[in-house]
């Protein structure tokens, strides 16, 4: 269902050098000096990833006064831990954060979601949990807390409610920055993002990459005869083994 932690490392590495190469993305704010930040401190032969992408995009919602977009702090993080073996994944996390306005330090949050992995050999068998899932809000990270949010920004949200999880599939840095891309394309900067040859194919592979196992093992359960008596979500989605 997921890559091994040699895929994601070179799927990630490789993103950010697409971040700075090209030209389109410098219109995001500071985008291109975080990849390349991040970028540094990714070992491509070993380790995880730990990165933090902090920009900005002109972005236009329901309730802005007279429709006008609004340039918004964006905080996009990737938080891969390696397992003792350098070979698995431990568990990912891809988080992303909206703010009301540019100054993380003085604005509102609007919305905080996270993105997990987690296998079913490294979580706690009494919570069940299903392996690849969505969050709403959680807590801030310390590159969140460096970039200068406070923890009173969150209270709305309840972050200590962390459930329910939901059930989503994987994700990586390009699948979520092509997904704000789509969303937002007031931001002059989206469509040209999204409509350059080499974003388009950096997109791809990770599509590749992350969706398509998730995708083809979905599959294979629902049409394999030995899974037929067997309830997907249970079975699969949170690995509880045979759903007899």
């Known amino acids: 269902m997921y890559p091994d ?62 429709g006008k977009p609004v340039a918004r702090r964006i905080d996009l993080g990737a938080l891969v831990v390696a397992a003792s073996d350098n070979i698995s994944v431990d568990s990912a996390s891809y988080s992303l954060l909206i703010a009301r306005y540019a100054n993380p330090a003085t604005s509102p949050v609007v919305r905080k979601i996270h993105f997990d992995y987690e296998p079913i050999e490294r979580r706690n068998a009494q919570e069940p949990k299903p392996s690849a899932h969505m969050q709403l809000c959680g807590k801030f990270s310390p590159h969140h807390l460096a970039a200068g949010y406070t923890e009173v920004r969150l209270r709305s949200l309840y972050p200590s409610r962390e459930k329910p999880r939901i059930p989503l599939p994987p994700t990586s840095i390009a699948l979520m920055l092509n997904w704000l891309l789509l969303e937002f394309q007031t931001d002059p900067a989206s469509q040209a993002i999204l409509s350059d040859p080499t974003w388009r194919n950096c997109v791809i592979r990770a599509e590749q990459t992350i969706l398509r196992p998730y995708f083809i093992a979905g599959a294979q359960f629902l049409v394999s005869a030995s899974s037929a008596k067997q309830r997907f979500l249970q079975s699969h989605l949170y690995e509880l083994g045979v759903d007899a």
């Open 5 to 66: 932690l040699k895929t994601i490392r070179a799927l990630e590495i490789d993103t950010l050098r697409k971040i700075l190469q090209i030209g389109s993305f410098s219109r995001l704010g500071q985008i291109q000096a975080a990849a390349a930040g991040a970028q540094s401190t990714i070992n491509e032969f070993r380790g995880g990833v730990n990165a933090h992408l902090g920009f900005t995009l002109e972005i236009r919602l329901r309730g802005d006064r007279r």
